[in-house]
């Protein structure tokens, strides 16, 4: 069981906030090794969420109320990951699915269900995704799309579609990696058609009004890009040589934060006002967003 630890490890001066007119900015949770912090994204407060020694928690998912946090958590060491959620003061924590190999939470626009991925190991030891959902008292499991070797990293829009990566391969074989959308029974939709090909993008993830998607590069040190709905209008946001990854959308829409070689940044979906987070350090990964409230 995780250890409630709300602890301020950052206290500094605010010049250069992302609000505006002077208003309080928006937080980030994130990963630093192995536990969940917040931090003001201008950098003036850091806040230790959760202390546990023997357990890993990872890629956290703000839910659409912004009160409750989704997260994967794994024995430290191990790939047995499975899917919990905690309120924002690290308190009820309770286990989504009951199955080891979960991974990749991601909400519901209504915040009843979640969406994640679940990996099993094929006859030759690789290990194979698929997304399912889930209603946050756990019930009602569904797999959401059959048929490829490979499906992780699902996002949902606010108008139920789900984006996802479809590879042509397990992990621990040869594969490529390609963008799809789906509706909420699997169905395609079409969407993201447009989209050149691309360095393996993975790691899609919905603007909150459903117009387009950011996602990253699976390949070197990786990229952050937006594009449309439909996959016209690729532009990449950061630049070729620098580390990027897990890109998130501001609840706004006015910004994307994402994780690179020292911490985590953020940057205007035009590519302009790129800046690092103050206080975020190398390691630090998966943020996603906490609406000022």
């Not at 989704?70 to 899917?83: F, M, N």
């Not at 909150?208 to 990229?223: A, I, K, V, Y």
């Not at 706004?252 to 940044?265: R, T, V």
Request: hydrophobic fraction near 35%.
């Amino acid at each position: 069981m995780a250890i409630a630890v709300l602890v301020v490890v950052g206290l500094v001066g605010a010049p250069g906030a992302v609000g505006s007119e002077g208003q309080v900015p928006d937080s980030l949770v994130f990963v630093r090794k192995g536990d969940l912090y917040r931090v003001t994204v201008d950098g003036s407060e850091t806040v230790r969420m959760t202390t546990t020694p023997a357990w890993d928690e990872l890629n956290p998912a703000v839910s659409p109320s912004a009160l409750v946090v989704a997260y994967v958590r794994a024995r430290r060491g191990t790939s047995a990951s499975t899917i919990w959620t905690m309120t924002l003061d690290a308190r009820n924590q309770t286990r989504v699915a009951s199955r080891l190999g979960d991974d990749d939470p991601a909400w519901s626009p209504t915040g009843d269900d979640i969406y994640f991925a679940h990996y099993s190991t094929n006859s030759v030891g690789d290990d194979c995704g698929s997304i399912f959902r889930v209603g946050t008292d756990g019930r009602g499991l569904r797999r959401v799309k059959r048929g490829s070797p490979s499906d992780f990293s699902p996002s949902v829009s606010i108008d139920g579609r789900v984006a996802f990566v479809e590879s042509t391969g397990c992990w621990g074989s040869a594969f490529s990696l390609y963008l799809r959308v789906v509706d909420r029974s699997g169905r395609p939709t079409g969407d993201l058609r447009r989209l050149r090909r691309g360095p393996d993008y993975w790691e899609p993830r919905w603007s909150p009004d459903g117009t387009r998607l950011t996602f990253s590069s699976g390949l070197g040190s990786g990229g952050v890009f937006v594009a449309n709905r439909d996959g016209s209008g690729l532009r990449r946001l950061t630049p070729k040589r620098m580390e990027a990854h897990g890109p998130v959308w501001s609840p706004s829409g006015e910004w994307i934060s994402f994780s690179g070689s020292n911490g985590l940044w953020v940057v205007r979906p035009d590519g302009s006002a790129l800046r690092h987070v103050r206080t975020t350090e190398p390691g630090d990964q998966s943020p996603d967003w906490l609406p000022r409230r």
